[in-house]
Nanobody
Framework: QVQLVESGGGLVQPGGSLRLSCAAS????????MGWYRQTPGKERELVAT???????NYADSVKGRFTISRDNAKNTVYLQMNSLKPEDTAVYYC??????????????WGKGTLVTVSS
């Protein structure tokens, strides 16, 4: 069974940094684009950043210049380095990946989320 497991969330002061990780596991043929989304209470889930398998990245305007997405294809893992964090970055961060399992067609998978709180 394919699953995504996030780690690295927590409490950080404004201006601080955090690094999120998300590892995919299970029986997979391939992993395509991976990404990070975030959601706060009462709001829709929004895109933070995505990265293709070759490494082409895309960012939301609100995080450009502060966040960096990367991936290690050998480890089936995607990372999100978050610098210069602001209180408005507080949210539950979700990992997403387009995965083709060995027994079905490719489809999007989601992690359960990790909470990032930016507060003094």
């Amino acid at each position: 069974q394919v699953q995504l497991v996030e780690s690295g969330g927590g409490l950080v002061q404004p201006g601080g940094s955090l690094r999120l990780s998300c590892a995919a596991s299970g029986s997979m043929f391939s992993i395509g684009t991976m990404g990070w989304y975030r959601q706060t209470p009462g709001k829709e889930r929004e895109l933070v950043a995505t990265i293709t398998r070759p490494g082409s990245a895309n960012y939301a305007d609100s995080v450009k210049g502060r966040f960096t997405i990367s991936r290690d294809n050998a480890k089936n893992t995607v990372y999100l380095q978050m610098n210069s964090l602001k209180p408005e970055d507080t949210a539950v961060y979700y990992c997403n990946a387009n995965i083709r399992p060995i027994d079905s067609d490719a489809m999007p998978y989601w992690g359960k989320g990790t909470l990032v709180t930016v507060s003094s």
